[in-house]
């Protein structure tokens, strides 16, 4: 039997001390890419805290938005978002990712990258500061313990398995008594 | 005479029609008033094969109420810059593509063509560019009387209120 528990405080610890991130730019100036680069480079040198940048987001942790999204790269985040694995964070770096910065209300843009995928930390700066993305990624790294996740993790765990009894449920293809009966006798099984 | 004034005089001979309307703006800038499509089409012709100007820089679009503008930049060795002024009713915004002679201005057009809603007969056909798949037809975003505030992004739909009830 293998435990759980033990295997998701094993994830837990490895997310927490070095965490994998994937850039996007959703459609950004490419200032604030400029600084989410520099950040992870020698001179402030965010590897040194086991940060490391990946090319695929199946392999990533947390996802690095810059730029106000267009209607272009929607449904690309979209895709990205759905690819990550659990758990998944996101950051939007700069005034654009947060809000729609000077771009708000332009006839291709939707808005932040809130207007698209959940955001876990914002970032303001126009371009965001090198500083500023460290204090972020370390306060990010700060709330994994905390109740509050805790009880995001579990919720997320919970519609997952209502998802997942849904796709069974349809995959059977079985009508409700049917299924109640079915439920009846493996109770009965249980008991005998 | 320096080699603006001698680019003038050239097109002035060969186009009588230039006459005021062609001047030097300031050191290796020249720039014409408006075209209309027989005129810059010949122009442009000339100048490519004649004159050697072998370079196509950009295509500015502008909104001129009835009518839409087309500033094209060109230039050759001495890298003085020609700016032709295209300029076409909206009612009938179709001109000449002069991509068979610079193939660099395709991207330039096609966008022109996107957001201003100008017909370029004899641009290669193509994905549209900039805007995205699924953008409705006959909506060009930067013309004056298209508003962004009524355009619905998650269904792709423009729907401007009806006259009368603009005025709130």
Not at chain 1, 66 to 83: F, N, S
Not at chain 1, 95 to 100: D, E, I, L, N, Q
Not at chain 1, 147 to 161: F, L
Request: proline share 6%; net charge negative.
């Amino acid at each position: 039997m293998i435990d759980l528990d033990l295997i998701q405080k094993a994830i837990d610890w490895g997310t927490k001390k070095s965490p994998w991130i994937i850039h996007f730019n959703a459609g950004a100036c490419n200032g604030c890419d400029i600084e989410t680069v520099d950040s992870l480079t020698p001179r402030f040198d965010l590897e040194r805290l086991g940060v490391i940048k990946q090319g695929s987001p199946r392999h990533a942790d947390i996802l690095v938005c810059t730029g106000a999204v267009t209607l272009q790269t929607r449904e690309r985040l979209i895709q990205i978002y759905e690819q990550m694995a659990e758990p998944k964070f996101v950051i939007a770096i700069g005034t654009c990712a947060c809000t729609g910065g000077i771009f708000d209300g332009c006839y291709c843009v939707t808005g932040g990258i809130d207007s698209v995928v959940p955001v876990d930390v914002y970032i303001p700066g126009c371009a965001a500061r090198p500083e500023a993305i460290i204090r972020a990624v370390s306060k990010l790294l700060d709330t994994l313990d905390t109740p509050e996740q805790k009880e995001k993790k579990a919720g997320k765990a919970k519609k997952r398995e209502k998802i997942e009894d849904a796709v069974k449920a349809q995959d059977m293809n079985i009508s409700e008594e049917e299924k109640e009966a079915r439920n009846g006798q493996e109770d009965s099984g249980d008991e005998s | 005479m320096n080699r603006e004034e001698e680019i003038v005089g050239i097109l002035v001979k060969k186009f009588p029609f230039l006459q005021d309307r062609i001047s030097v703006k300031k050191e290796k800038r020249i720039f014409t008033g408006a075209l209309s499509r027989d005129e810059f089409e010949k122009i442009v012709r000339y100048v490519h094969d004649d004159m050697n100007l072998f370079r196509a820089h950009h295509v500015v679009g502008t909104d001129e109420g009835e009518n839409i503008g087309l500033l094209y930049i060109l230039s050759g060795d001495d890298n003085i810059l020609l700016a032709l002024r295209e300029v076409v009713p909206k009612a009938n915004p179709a001109v000449k593509s002069i991509s068979d002679m610079y193939a660099s201005i395709v991207l330039h057009e096609r966008e022109l063509a996107d957001l201003f809603g100008a017909v370029f007969e004899g641009l290669p056909e193509g994905p549209s560019y900039p805007l995205p798949d699924g953008w409705p037809k006959g909506n060009y975003p930067l013309r004056k009387e298209w508003n962004p505030k009524y355009f619905n992004k998650e269904t792709m739909t423009y729907e401007p209120p009806k006259e009368g009830e603009e005025k709130e």
